[in-house]
């Protein structure tokens, strides 16, 4: 069978999984499913750019995702009025309240970053040195203390159950994808200059470190995120069902396929969005392919399989690894902004490495590093993997535990435990893909 052949093969055994999943369980939920393989699937050629093309080895992809999730709050969610003018007519001072308040603490943090890194770098090493930087950096901390707090105090009592945080532009929310891309680009500039130079294992590190360190912005800055509050209510791309079940040719549909208004209105929502994200992914497919087989693509696969004959031959391989880590990083950006979209929440405390970092490597090793559309592949095969495994465990563990009685202590606890079985799963489909196809499902040609 042709290489051809067996990768249609395996993408039509994927989409006849969905399609038996809508038949046995639920339309919404195999649709569902299918927008979450999409985002994912486009998280997965991030991350296949910068490992399979050139041999980065990022564990940071969590925080290039929240980063384009927070674009989507920035710049979909309407403004609060009374936070943006916080303090303003109080008892602080103008430059000390509000979001004046705010931008004016960090530029003091940032000049005194600045200035620390100056003094390390025309400054003789010695004793002198360290104090000097220790005594900027303490100072510029105190002063902008004495500015941010009050500020961001100011903004977060503006209505706390419901706002309690700067708001957004109020702009359509499809805008939000090419800018968190751009925002994830800009945080992987900065990260790139630091780390790119570092060994694998010290780069692994790094990346994850600034990892933890956004989510932590994201969680502990209120006046931003809402933080653990959440942000609810994000406007959606596509109408929502409430909307969509009013209408008479939703009803109409419903009634022909046998199915209540509302569950059709949340299927054609779904779709709607399914269409959408198809569009996004063909497109970086279509880019990604371009670039694979261009001059750069095959540059960049020379110096991923020999760094030092690549600088032989004239190439500059920081300034590549740079181009593709930021590439990669945007994507992922883009990914986070359109699941946020679709989820029509930022909820900061579910950004975990196990499901934005570990199954990301996953998908790409099962589908083929280094092969775009193995890296799909693996997106939706780990994702259908990922969802189906909770109730394929709760019914394995119920067969295993038919013997025993109803009130039995052991079946309780396996029947509480079920849901842990995915872990189980995604191990072995990473195990057995190592031994028996450690190249992937669709191997780089």
């Not at 004959?309 to 500059?316: C, E, L, N, P």
């Not at 490597?361 to 799909?376: P, R």
Request: glycine share 12%; net charge positive.
């Amino acid at each position: 069978m042709s290489i051809n052949i067996r990768n249609i093969a395996l993408f039509s055994a994927m989409g006849l999984a969905l399609v038996m999943t809508g038949m046995f369980q639920s339309w919404p939920l195999a649709l569902t499913i299918l927008n979450m393989a999409l985002i994912s699937a486009v998280m997965a050629l991030g991350v296949n750019m910068q490992w399979g093309y050139a041999g980065i080895f990022n564990v940071g992809i969590m925080g290039f995702t929240a980063i384009g999730g927070l674009a989507a709050v920035l710049i979909a969610m309407p403004p609060v009025g009374d936070a943006w003018a916080a303090g303003m007519a109080g008892s602080l001072e103008p430059w000390r309240a509000g979001i004046a308040g705010v931008v004016l603490g960090l530029m003091i943090g940032v000049a005194a970053i600045l200035g620390a890194i100056t003094i390390y770098q025309r400054m003789a090493p010695g004793k002198m040195r360290g104090l000097a930087i220790t005594m900027v950096l303490f100072v510029g901390y105190l002063l902008a203390s004495f500015v941010y707090g009050p500020a961001t105090t100011a903004i977060t009592r503006v209505n706390p159950a419901t706002e309690g945080f700067l708001g957004g532009l109020g702009l359509p929310v499809i805008l939000s994808w090419p800018v968190g891309a751009l925002m994830a680009a800009g945080l992987a500039f900065v990260v790139g200059r630091v780390a790119l130079g570092l060994r694998s294992d010290y780069l692994a590190i790094a990346t994850l470190g600034i990892s933890e360190i956004v989510i932590a912005v994201l969680k502990f800055e209120s006046w931003l995120t809402r933080g653990v509050n959440n942000v609810s209510g994000i406007p959606r791309a596509v109408p929502r069902p409430v909307e969509l079940q009013t209408r008479d040719w939703v009803q109409a549909l419903a009634e022909q396929v046998g199915m209540g208004h509302a569950e059709m209105a949340r299927v054609v929502e779904l779709v709607s969005y399914a269409i959408l994200f198809s569009i996004v992914l063909g497109l970086l497919i279509w880019l990604s392919e371009k670039a694979l087989n261009s001059p750069w693509g095959r540059m960049m696969r020379a110096i991923r399989d020999n760094e030092t004959a690549a600088r032989a031959m004239g190439k500059d391989v920081s300034r590549r690894h740079l181009m593709v880590f930021i590439l990669g990083s945007a994507t992922c950006g883009l990914a986070g902004a359109m699941m946020v979209t679709l989820d029509g929440q930022l909820t900061p405390g579910s950004y975990e490495p196990l499901r934005f970092t570990f199954l990301m490597w996953v998908m790409v090793i099962v589908g083929g590093s280094g092969n775009n559309w193995g890296a799909v592949l693996g997106a939706f095969v780990i994702w259908f993997l990922w969802v189906q495994a909770e109730p394929l465990g709760r019914w394995l563990m119920d067969v295993l535990t038919s013997g025993l009685g109803a009130d039995s202590g052991l079946r309780q606890h396996l029947m509480t435990q079920a849901a842990h079985t995915r872990l189980i799963m995604m191990g072995a489909a990473l195990l057995l893909m190592l031994r028996f196809a450690p190249r992937g499902l669709i191997p780089e040609r």
